[in-house]
């Protein structure tokens, strides 16, 4: 009778460690933003501000990996927008969670169309998006783009190319960047330095393509 039941007792304790790894896929499963979904708020969005749909995605991408939960520090959700600093912001456009998607990527688009005012280079405007004024301001001025830079540009560029973001193809061009690998200043063909953060490790000078937003 006791064996009978310590087997019962083992199968009740494997079925609810079962359950637990079903439900813990679930929620996983429920933290990440659908796709399609995404496509739609940015698109609705990006119309909102004369903002590219693409340029809102890879920001997703590239700030939580499409976690509608993700946090860093105060930083929250999708495009890991702060409360503290965007409070006002919230309240304006009736955002009262940051972990909501759209009321998330309304708020950041917000910001992003009032640094675009002050700047309409997306280099810079991602720069201040990412980092303190102070140190974009810096690093701007000596013509350093950092790699979150980049990055988002490249992606943004691969998005249209691809058709995904259900936008007309802005046309991009690609520039030659010169990188000498021995020093800690690269010049592309514009004389602008290249942040280091983006230089490859090796010992010799090589030549990289990066996807540049060409303006209408």
Request: include cysteine.
């Amino acid at each position: 009778m006791k064996r009978i039941f310590l087997k019962i007792a083992t199968l009740f304790t494997m079925l609810g460690i079962m359950l637990g790894q079903s439900d813990a896929v679930v929620m996983a499963q429920e933290s990440f933003i659908d796709k399609s979904e995404l496509q739609q708020i940015t698109l609705r969005v990006g119309n909102m501000y004369n903002i590219d749909p693409c340029l809102l995605y890879a920001m997703c991408e590239r700030e939580s990996s499409l976690n509608i939960y993700a946090e860093n520090g105060k930083c929250q959700g999708l495009m890991q927008v702060s409360e503290r600093w965007h409070k006002d912001r919230m309240e304006k456009l009736g955002v009262e969670s940051l972990f909501d998607p759209d009321g998330n990527i309304l708020v950041a688009a917000d910001y992003i169309s009032e640094l675009r005012a002050e700047n309409d280079d997306i280099a810079y405007v991602l720069m201040r998006y990412n980092m303190a004024t102070s140190t974009a301001n810096d690093l701007y001025s000596k013509g350093i783009i950092t790699s979150y830079a980049t990055g988002i540009i490249e992606r943004q560029a691969e998005l249209h190319e691809s058709g995904f973001c259900g936008c007309d193809v802005l046309p991009v061009q690609k520039q030659q960047v010169e990188v000498e690998i021995d020093s800690a200043t690269f010049l592309d063909n514009k004389g602008l330095e290249i942040a280091d953060d983006i230089m490859p490790k090796g010992g010799v000078a090589v030549v990289i393509d990066v996807m540049l937003q060409k303006k209408n």
